[in-house]
């Protein structure tokens, strides 16, 4: 009976034993107490803990969290009053810190956020509120981890989510979006139609200057027919002139081959008075040489005329 006794008190020792084994996962940290004092913090691996003696304080999450904390009212410099909510980006750097720091850290991180934001948008106007996030969420960032760092937390960054103004506000602005829109669309317009005339200007310059170019082109190419035409006419008269005086020097060549006598030169020297004449001169001055010529050729004719009225 002892035997059972004291080996049940051995098993129940081994249990107690292998359960005081502590597996700490990665990215977590475990805060360790002895007889309620802080003992030490747990990394990543195997532990021991000592039964009934040690324990486990707070399992920290070295993770960054996000915080989503819902609207806060807040009044703006012009006795605007909005509605903002921001979302918290933060780390655990130290659990010792984190542990016995302050109580609830997520509560207090919520309630410094909302007295940060108000002190902040107090110092801006309605305006200037939906133009000025970044500054908003710089000066948030830096207030916070400034305030947080005692706790052993690490504000990473802070973004402003929604901006909620009044109703009649929101009215406000839809009508003013509404009006700059139509204005946008009106210059839009006008400025589609200053374009619209300024190219059918721009069209009908460069057709009036592409019609004076072909006027130009075709005056050119008429001067250069014509002057063509003048010079292939020059030529033409050349090639007449050139031949007359080729006939006429033939004409001499083959005079002066036949030896003609005194009578035959003086002969066509009548005919070329006579062609000289052609009709249009009144009065022709016939050299000595020629008058008794002609006179012979006078005779001969009246003394042919009896013979052929005999005939």
């Not at 001055?285 to 013979?307: H, Y």
């Amino acid at each position: 009976m002892t035997l059972y006794i004291i080996l049940g008190v051995i098993i129940i020792l081994a249990l107690i034993v292998i359960c005081n084994f502590r597996i700490v996962p990665q990215a977590n940290a475990y805060v360790i107490e002895r007889l309620g004092a802080y003992k030490q913090t747990w990394e990543v691996g195997l532990h021991f803990l000592v039964p009934f003696i040690d324990r486990v304080e707070r399992r920290v999450n070295l993770k960054e969290q996000v915080a989503d904390f819902p609207p806060q009212p807040v009044i703006t410099k012009d006795n605007a009053t909005i509605q903002i909510d921001t979302v918290v980006f933060f780390q655990i750097t130290d659990p010792k810190a984190y542990t016995y720091g302050v109580e609830k850290p997520m509560i207090a991180i919520g309630n410094l956020s909302a007295t940060t934001l108000r002190n902040i948008i107090g110092d801006l106007e309605l305006d200037e509120t939906f133009t000025s996030r970044d500054i908003i969420n710089t000066k948030m960032r830096t207030i916070l981890d400034e305030a947080t760092d005692p706790w052993g937390i690490k504000v990473n960054r802070v973004e402003v989510k929604n901006i909620i103004p009044p109703a009649e506000i929101q009215q406000a602005m839809e009508k003013q979006m509404k009006a700059e829109r139509e204005k946008r669309e009106s210059i839009l317009r006008a400025e589609g139609n200053k374009q619209s005339q300024i190219l059918v200007a721009e069209g009908k310059k460069e057709a009036q200057i592409l019609e004076a170019e072909a006027e130009k082109e075709a005056a050119i190419l008429r001067a250069d027919a014509q002057r063509a035409a003048k010079i292939l006419e020059a030529q033409g008269d050349a090639e007449a002139i050139l031949k007359v005086q080729q006939a006429t020097a033939e004409g001499i060549r083959m005079l002066k081959e036949a030896g003609p006598d005194t009578g035959v030169i003086s002969l066509k020297s009548l005919e070329a008075f006579a062609k000289a004449a052609d009709g249009k001169a009144t009065k022709i001055i016939i050299p000595s040489e020629l008058q008794s010529l002609a006179g012979l050729v006078t005779s001969a004719i009246e003394i042919a005329k009896p013979e052929e009225k005999k005939d």
